[in-house]
Nanobody, 114 residues
Framework: VQLQASGGGLVQAGGSLRLSCAAS????????IAWHRQAPGKQRELVAS???????NYADSVKGRFTISRDNAKNTGYLQMNSLKSEDTAVYYC?????????WGQGTQVTVSS
């Protein structure tokens, strides 16, 4: 499975961005799609995840501001980010789990200016 992330960029505080994660290859059986992020000098952290059935999980820091979704027919996951804050600045990584195997996409930079 290959994951292609897109949608990052520079945005002012309070603005919005939408990240996309397109999966290709042997996509049958992708259970979990998730987004993680890593800010400079910090550990990578889970931002949000969604199962194939649509169950979602969010980090406390993004609840109410970010929404994760997926289109199973297109093998694509999305992360809608609203009310962005400077502390959301990080490299965002797409993640997928197929049964017990984990896959990571390349990161996409999100920079929020205050």
């Amino acid at each position: 499975v290959q994951l292609q992330a897109s949608g990052g960029g520079l945005v002012q505080a309070g603005g919005s961005l939408r990240l996309s994660c397109a999966a290709s290859g042997r996509t049958f059986g992708i259970n979990v799609i998730a987004w993680h992020r890593q800010a400079p000098g910090k550990q990578r952290e889970l931002v949000a995840s969604i199962t194939r059935e649509g169950s979602t999980n969010y980090a406390d820091s993004v609840k109410g501001r970010f929404t994760i979704s997926r289109d199973n027919a297109k093998n694509t996951g999305y992360l809608q980010m609203n009310s962005l804050k400077s502390e959301d600045t990080a490299v965002y990584y797409c993640y997928a789990r197929v049964f017990t195997t984990e896959y990571w996409g390349q990161g996409t930079q999100v920079t929020v200016s205050s």
